[in-house]
């Protein structure tokens, strides 16, 4: 089996897949999305594609090293979302050729449904208590054990007090309402500097979230393993972090509790097998990033079967449930009392309808926006 050509589809609202084709008809799908770069990882592919054409798809672990080592430079989020959206396909290739799931080629099921959470609450800055209610009420309702919900933007450097206290005063609310049976991650986006996360956790532990996700940003782990040595609050992380090199200081520091690999991102399926097999031997559970489509899901869904030290997985909760593949794929994903079933179908466990995929297309030209100060506009994080 040969390939013979890769394509590249941008889907609203902000996402991109890519298909391989193969001289024996079968087709593998990945999710190579990257936000707000979407177009310049569109060109990384087709570099690839002169790499890939004629090599047979089944060698999946030589072709993902053709691709990260034969150009010199190394790494990096376009790079490696270009690989892991192509690596992704290229499995669900040789699970079709092969009959089974994906996670059948990696050791077997660990679990028979994979526990998911929502995001609780749309971007909403400083939401009001009915709207808290809302959203809480909708999550059990739809059966959710888990949730996440983010932080303010943009935060200080050093912050006032009353900033601490207002988001405080939020998340204790949503406890309240909650209850202690409702798990409800933070997720502090890399915003918040060394100097005021601490002060945020301490203030939330009464609360006990079920963990707090990029306290600071990534690019600095022992700034990270400060915070995390100043609270009882497991902290999380990972999204912004590629290949198992990336991942090594995180992990082997002890920076993190929940380790959180974006398959569309790390480098793909077997990079994340591989960074779940590292964080095992430091007792650090695994939570796969996604904050994306379907097609990503799908692959989150293979890893989170067949691994041992699996959390829960992310995903955007949509209304329309497009993120779980409704009108895109002939069998969307279904969440029942917040599970997933474990995918049986091969490959990825999904087939796509083509017809359903052009209602999508858009030219990729999606930007993440930009968070100023208000009293200064200055630049914050988003």
């Given at each position: 089996?040969?390939?013979?050509?890769?394509?590249?589809?941008?889907?609203?609202?902000?996402?991109?897949?890519?298909?391989?084709?193969?001289?024996?008809?079968?087709v593998?799908?990945?999710?190579?999305?990257?936000?707000g770069?979407?177009?310049?990882v569109?060109?990384?592919?087709?570099?690839?594609?002169?790499?890939?054409?004629?090599e047979?798809?089944?060698?999946?672990?030589?072709?993902?090293?053709?691709?990260?080592?034969?150009?010199?430079?190394r790494?990096?989020?376009?790079?490696?979302?270009?690989?892991?959206?192509?690596e992704?396909?290229?499995?669900?290739?040789?699970g079709?050729?092969?009959?089974?799931?994906?996670?059948?080629?990696?050791?077997?099921?660990?679990?028979?449904?994979?526990?998911?959470?929502?995001?609780?609450?749309?971007?909403?800055?400083?939401?009001?208590?009915?709207?808290?209610?809302?959203?809480v009420?909708?999550?059990?309702?739809?059966?959710?054990?888990?949730?996440?919900?983010?932080?303010f933007?943009?935060?200080?450097?050093?912050d006032?007090?009353?900033?601490?206290?207002?988001?405080?005063?939020?998340?204790?609310?949503?406890?309240?309402?909650?209850?202690d049976?409702?798990?409800?991650?933070?997720d502090?986006?890399?915003?918040?500097?060394?100097?005021?996360?601490?002060?945020?956790?301490?203030?939330?532990e009464p609360?006990?979230?079920?963990?707090?996700?990029?306290?600071?940003?990534?690019?600095?782990?022992?700034?990270?393993v400060?915070v995390?040595?100043?609270?009882?609050?497991?902290?999380?992380?990972?999204?912004?972090?590629?290949?198992?090199?990336?991942?090594?200081?995180?992990?082997?520091?002890?920076a993190?509790?929940?380790?959180?690999?974006?398959?569309?991102?790390?480098?793909?399926?077997?990079q994340?097998?591989?960074i779940?097999?590292?964080?095992?031997?430091?007792?650090?559970?695994?939570?796969?990033?996604?904050?994306?489509?379907?097609?990503?899901?799908?692959a989150?869904?293979?890893?989170?079967?067949?691994?041992?030290?699996?959390?829960?997985?992310?995903?955007p909760?949509?209304?329309?449930?497009?993120?779980?593949?409704?009108?895109?794929?002939?069998?969307?994903?279904?969440?029942?009392?917040?599970?997933?079933?474990?995918?049986?179908?091969?490959?990825?466990g999904?087939?796509?309808d083509?017809?359903?995929?052009?209602?999508?297309?858009?030219d990729?030209?999606?930007?993440?926006?930009?968070?100023?100060?208000?009293?200064?506009?200055?630049?914050?994080?988003?």
């Amino acid at each position: 089996m040969k390939i013979i050509n890769l394509e590249v589809f941008y889907i609203k609202p902000r996402w991109m897949l890519v298909k391989i084709s193969t001289d024996e008809g079968i087709v593998g799908w990945g999710e190579p999305t990257l936000e707000g770069r979407a177009t310049v990882v569109g060109e990384a592919i087709r570099v690839f594609k002169e790499y890939l054409l004629g090599e047979d798809p089944m060698n999946i672990e030589h072709l993902y090293n053709v691709m990260y080592r034969r150009g010199f430079y190394r790494g990096g989020a376009v790079i490696c979302s270009a690989i892991s959206g192509i690596e992704q396909a290229l499995w669900d290739i040789k699970g079709k050729f092969l009959g089974v799931p994906v996670w059948q080629l990696l050791g077997g099921r660990c679990r028979d449904k994979i526990r998911m959470y929502a995001h609780l609450l749309p971007n909403i800055d400083h939401p009001q208590k009915d709207q808290i209610d809302q959203w809480v009420a909708r999550r059990k309702e739809q059966g959710f054990k888990s949730v996440k919900m983010g932080m303010f933007v943009p935060v200080r450097h050093i912050d006032s007090m009353k900033m601490v206290k207002d988001y405080i005063r939020t998340f204790s609310y949503v406890r309240e309402v909650a209850g202690d049976d409702l798990d409800i991650a933070i997720d502090f986006h890399g915003r918040i500097s060394p100097a005021m996360a601490p002060v945020l956790c301490r203030e939330l532990e009464p609360f006990h979230p079920m963990f707090i996700e990029e306290p600071v940003l990534p690019e600095n782990v022992d700034a990270l393993v400060k915070v995390a040595d100043k609270t009882t609050i497991p902290i999380a992380a990972g999204e912004r972090i590629f290949t198992t090199f990336g991942f090594r200081e995180l992990i082997e520091k002890q920076a993190i509790n929940i380790v959180q690999p974006d398959l569309c991102h790390c480098g793909g399926i077997l990079q994340t097998f591989k960074i779940a097999a590292m964080a095992a031997n430091y007792y650090i559970n695994v939570a796969p990033h996604n904050p994306l489509g379907p097609v990503a899901l799908a692959a989150s869904l293979q890893i989170d079967t067949c691994i041992e030290n699996f959390t829960a997985q992310e995903h955007p909760t949509l209304p329309d449930k497009l993120d779980l593949g409704v009108g895109l794929f002939k069998e969307p994903f279904e969440i029942n009392d917040g599970y997933i079933d474990v995918p049986t179908r091969p490959g990825l466990g999904f087939e796509i309808d083509e017809h359903l995929l052009q209602n999508h297309i858009y030219d990729g030209n999606w930007r993440n926006p930009t968070v100023c100060s208000q009293d200064d506009n200055s630049l914050g994080e988003w």
